[in-house]
């Protein structure tokens, strides 16, 4: 990586863009059991959790020198990481070009296509019948075609984590105070890190539950057809050994369409696949572990906006199709990590 002198004018930019975020709310949910808070990060400006790690990542490397104005970022992801590295990047007046694969959704692409002059798209999977590798591999060759670029790499960046660390988990334990479980899906890593090491700090006896989807290879299950972004991996990303993770809940996408029903019909809240898997876990994990004399209090991260999913999660065929789909699997694939 060279390094040159950090671009003063990049640096107040950034300043300027972090004195305007103002944080993501808290709301509570009614439950019969538990005393639940949702954090709202689909509430960031581009919609998902994902702006924390993306502004972290930028401000910290324009620091280092490592991003002047004349550098092309390059970045891996089919969702929210590409939508939040478009809109930071766009702002500062930098290049950016995300490599993305078909399971994109229709509505992220158009966007990106929108912001960003170039857009990369992979269509051949790997050996693993994902496109990740094939993502990946197209990452390294535009490092060296382009003249000065620059690869966030959200998988394995601690920027990432300590994004959440700071912000997100700051916020949280302001807004939440003394927490009993904490309820977190895992893609790349990075939130659960951040989060679960602040929280465990601060609340050393709150329960860290890590929420993944059925067919990661995350927690060491066996890969299959996944079709919602935005939770889950076909790799074991670096950044969550970094977490500190108590236990794991392992959840259908079937589930999470179910739940993203109830967040809407109950509460509406027009969560992302990624929320509503994370919402399923919480009632999946209460329903087999039911609290005592004690009513627990629970957070979880709503870590996406439904607009993404209009086509996908709240289209019915669309839905038909996946639990037809899943009662007759017809082979094995992975998606990538968003």
């Not at 990452?139 to 998988?155: F, G, I, K, R, T």
């Not at 990432?160 to 003394?178: D, K, M, N, V």
Request: proline content about 5%.
């Amino acid at each position: 990586m060279l390094h040159r002198r950090a671009d003063q004018s990049l640096i107040e930019r950034t300043r300027q863009i972090r004195r305007g975020l103002m944080g993501t709310p808290l709301i509570p949910l009614t439950d019969e059991q538990c005393d639940i808070v949702a954090k709202l990060e689909f509430c960031n400006p581009t919609g998902s959790s994902k702006d924390r790690s993306a502004l972290r990542i930028l401000e910290q490397a324009i620091g280092r020198g490592e991003i002047a104005h004349d550098t092309t970022v390059v970045e891996s992801s089919s969702g929210n990481f590409a939508l939040a590295l478009a809109f930071y990047c766009r702002m500062l007046g930098i290049s950016f070009v995300p490599v993305i694969d078909p399971n994109c959704n229709e509505a992220t692409e158009a966007q990106l296509r929108l912001l960003c002059d170039r857009v990369e798209k992979v269509s051949i999977r790997d050996v693993t019948g994902s496109y990740l590798k094939n993502r990946l591999s197209r990452v390294q060759e535009l490092l060296v075609e382009l003249d000065s670029a620059y690869w966030p790499n959200q998988y394995a960046n601690p920027d990432a984590r300590e994004a959440h660390y700071h912000f997100t988990a700051g916020e949280l334990i302001a807004q939440a105070g003394p927490l009993d479980y904490l309820f977190v899906g895992v893609g790349t890593g990075g939130t659960i890190a951040g989060l679960s090491r602040r929280i465990k700090e601060t609340y050393p006896d709150c329960v860290v539950v890590a929420v993944d989807a059925e067919g990661s290879v995350i927690f060491g299950g066996p890969p299959k057809e996944r079709r919602i972004p935005g939770i889950g991996s076909s790799i074991v990303p670096p950044l969550c050994g970094q977490a500190l993770i108590d236990q794991v809940e392992i959840v259908s996408e079937a589930r999470a369409v179910e739940a993203c029903g109830v967040l809407a019909a109950k509460f509406g809240l027009y969560a992302g696949g990624s929320t509503g898997s994370t919402y399923a876990a919480v009632q999946d994990y209460f329903a087999r572990h039911r609290p005592g004399a004690h009513r627990p209090r629970v957070a979880f991260i709503a870590a996406d906006r439904g607009h993404a999913y209009a086509q996908t999660v709240y289209d019915p065929t669309w839905v038909q199709q996946l639990r037809a789909e899943a009662a007759h699997p017809a082979g094995v694939e992975t998606l990538a990590v968003n």
